[in-house]
């Protein structure tokens, strides 16, 4: 736990070094064609670096020496237990790293300092170090045959990987597939957003410093429709892993059958339901869960309970509870360890969630809290959590992923009737239930088309469940032993003895 004051974090962003350049086979290097762009902190607007802008020649060079390395045998026929050693100093590095790189997180995509140091980074090294201590662990298997054949079933590293990963949590979600992908034994391509790139671009250095070979980790800043494409089309490219919009995560699928048929991996959008009963033990706990549901991260979380479903019988009470709870989750300046609510990432990402607010109002939706944009005279990008009810399924608040501070009520009267608002989406990433009744919670549970339920809270779990999500949401699952599937072959072996 640190005490550093806001002013404290105010002085070392004075001070602080940030890097903006591609890093390809163990070096931080420059653009091909010396391309780069502005990456300006939504906080303020201040300009935090000139970032360079890759494109498909640096994808050219960064697979070609990724699948060099991982052909060499020096990263990828590692003994397991050695690569383990070096993913574990490699978490450490990420924690001994921890206040710069929050720093870098928090003036990079807005989020509050508490949350960058105290959520990503920790959860960050985590991710990192589970999966490594993880790997020489997890056995293969032996086929049952007759006595004079033997069958094995064993996992093999699939070969080079290219991650894209998203702006709400850059550090974290780079963490979810670089941990396993490493743990592996594959070399990877890091696509960071464009939005949010300054702490992948400096965890590869510590990658190095742990012992990762030059090589096996590269990062190359970049827009999607650039570099992004350029790797998704790559002919010696073999998994793409992504988190993101559920629209790209289609094209990323056309690009897969247009290339070499990639392995596809894909976490992609969400509008979770969070649905409350009438016997929900705690009222004033569950209140306090949906206001923190939607405003935590700014609401950009793609697991944020955006839909919130009340039982009629207590709507009206419940919803005032919900709204005074949001009052404690007040926009402030990220750089101050009190601020729990920080800026939205970019001002295109803001008009975007004022246009959806307004879009409320026009379908006839009521606003009972927040609603505007705040603190502009800073220069940043701030919009206070805001709450309409009276909300339709059918409304565009209701069935668009939003990835703002924007909470829909919407009353319901029964357990089915709840079910059927539920799973009415084209997403199948989260969702939540509320209920004292222990059948009612494991029926509903069953009957909700998501990769994750929660009961009696919102967002729990950690690095030993699976994520991911049905339908429109994507496949795959980030995160336990069954992320592992994404980053392996299965090889099967037959021997006639």
């Known amino acids: 736990m640190t005490s550093l004051t806001r002013a404290d974090w105010e002085q070392r962003a004075k001070t602080l070094k940030v890097e903006g350049r591609a890093f390809i086979h163990g070096e931080y290097c420059a653009a091909q064609s010396g391309a780069t762009f502005e990456c300006i902190s939504p906080v303020d ?31 990828s026929r590692l003994a397991p237990v050695k690569r383990k050693a070096v993913m574990i100093r490699f978490a450490d590095l990420i924690e001994q790293h921890g206040e710069e ?7 990079d995509m807005g989020k509050p300092i508490g949350d960058s140091l105290h959520i990503d980074v920790t959860s960050a090294a985590r991710a990192i170090r589970w999966s490594g201590e993880a790997i020489d662990k997890i056995y293969d298997e032996v086929a049952a045959t007759p006595h004079d054949e033997l069958g094995l079933v064993t996992r093999e590293p699939i070969g080079v990987v290219a991650a894209i990963v998203p702006w709400n949590f850059p550090l974290l979600m780079s963490c979810w597939k670089l941990g396993p992908a490493l743990a592996t034994g594959n070399s990877v391509i890091l ?84 649905i409350v009963f009438a016997d929900a033990p705690d009222l004033k706990a ?9 405003a935590f991260n700014q609401g950009e979380v793609c697991t944020a309970g955006s839909r919130l479903l009340v039982e009629n019988s207590i709507k009206e009470q419940f919803v005032p509870l919900v709204v005074e709870a949001i009052k404690s989750w007040k926009p402030g300046n990220p750089l101050d360890p009190a601020t729990n609510v920080g800026a939205l990432v970019d001002s295109t990402q803001m008009n975007n969630v004022l246009g959806y607010i307004q879009a409320g109002h026009d379908d006839g939706a009521k606003l009972v809290a927040g609603g505007k944009r705040v603190l502009e005279e800073t220069g940043g990008t701030y919009v206070e959590p805001t709450i309409f009810d ?10 668009e992923e939003i990835f703002g501070p924007v909470l829909s009520v919407i009353g319901f009267d029964t357990v089915e009737e709840a079910v059927a608002i539920a799973n009415d989406t084209v997403y199948g990433l989260a969702a939540a239930v509320w209920t ?28 030993t469940a699976p994520f991911g999500g049905f339908k429109q949401s994507g496949n795959g699952r980030d995160k336990s032993l069954h992320a592992f599937d994404k980053y392996t072959e299965l090889k099967a072996t037959w021997i006639k003895l």
Not at 436 to 454: D, I
Request: with cysteine.
């Open 45 to 75: 607007g201040r300009l935090l670096a000139q970032v360079v802008s890759c494109d498909a020649p640096d994808a050219e060079i960064a697979v070609a020496g990724a699948r060099a390395t991982f052909d060499s045998g020096v990263w």
């Open 101 to 107: 790189l929050a720093l870098l997180e928090t003036l």
């Open 191 to 274: 696509k960071p957003s464009e939005k949010s790139p300054l702490t992948a671009i400096r965890i590869a250095q510590l990658a190095i410093e742990a012992g990762i070979p030059a090589g096996v980790f590269n990062v190359l800043p970049g827009y999607g429709h650039t570099v992004g494409k350029a790797l998704a089309l790559h002919m010696d490219v073999d998994t793409l892993v992504f988190t993101g919009s559920t629209k790209i995560a289609k094209q990323l699928m056309v690009y897969a059958g247009e290339s070499n048929m990639k392995r596809v991996w894909l976490e992609a959008g969400g509008k979770s339901p969070n």
């Open 286 to 294: 569950a209140a306090e869960a949906a206001a923190g549901a939607i």
């Open 390 to 399: 009276g909300v339709d399924n059918a409304m565009r608040i209701a069935k």
């Open 436 to 463: 004292s009744n222990l059948s009612k919670a494991h029926l509903t549970a069953k009957a909700l088309r998501a990769g994750s339920v929660w009961v009696n809270q919102y967002d729990g779990g950690d690095m």
